[in-house]
Each structure stands twice: as C-alpha cells, then as structure tokens.
Nanobody, 120 residues
Framework: QVQLVESGGGLVQAGGSLRLSCAVSGRTFSSYAMGWFRQAPGKEREFVARINWSGGSTRYADSVKGRFTISRDNAKNRVYLQMNSLKPEDTAVYHC?????????????WGQGTQVTVSS
C-alpha cells in the first residue's frame, strides 16, 4: 500500500514563503512522476506542479510559474514544493499525488493534504 503524507503548511503573510514536503512510502518512488494539486474552499481541485521520475523535467500551472518550485529527493522518497511570493489566492489545501504509470497525467495515489493560508 502506497501512502503519501504532506507537511509544511501553515499561516503566512502575503509575500512570504513556505516549503511543503510529501513523504511517500514504498521502494519504487523513483519510478514515478509526482504532482502537487490544491483545492480552495468552494473551488475545484487544480493542478499546481509536476515533476518527472528523475527530477529533470517539471511543469507548472501558469498561476504559480516563477514563484513555486517542485523538486524531489529519490534517496529520501520525498517530493517538495517551495512556494515564494505567496498571495492570498494561494490559500488552499495542498495535496501531493503519485502519477499513474499506465495513464500519464492521471494520478492514482493521493495524500490527505496540508493547509496553506496566506493573509493579506
């Protein structure tokens, strides 16, 4: 059973930074692409960032490009999301997810999420 556990969320003022971490169980972590998503109250879940298995390729939502950085450490089974220049509209529950090897850009395992709140 694969488990994903996010941490690092919290309350921060606009313009501040947070670093989210996602710990993934299992010995095959390095074989999978990983993603970060977020869901704000009353809104649908939206894609934030994706990183391929090696960390050599990344993709971002336009709304976070240039402010957020996704990275991974395959030796530690962790994926990270560095968030800089935070805005109130970044307030959401952030989830990490493992991409399916059978269906690229679809995700088959999800964490419970960590709350990020940005005050103005």
């Amino acid at each position: 059973q694969v488990q994903l556990v996010e941490s690092g969320g919290g309350l921060v003022q606009a313009g501040g930074s947070l670093r989210l971490s996602c710990a993934v169980s299992g010995r095959t972590f390095s074989s999978y692409a990983m993603g970060w998503f977020r869901q704000a109250p009353g809104k649908e879940r939206e894609f934030v960032a994706r990183i391929n298995w090696s960390g050599g390729s990344t993709r971002y939502a336009d709304s976070v490009k240039g402010r957020f950085t996704i990275s991974r450490d395959n030796a530690k089974n962790r994926v990270y999301l560095q968030m800089n220049s935070l805005k109130p509209e970044d307030t959401a529950v952030y989830h990490c997810a493992r991409e399916s090897q059978l269906s690229p850009y679809e995700y088959d395992y999800w964490g419970q999420g960590t709350q990020v709140t940005v005050s103005s």
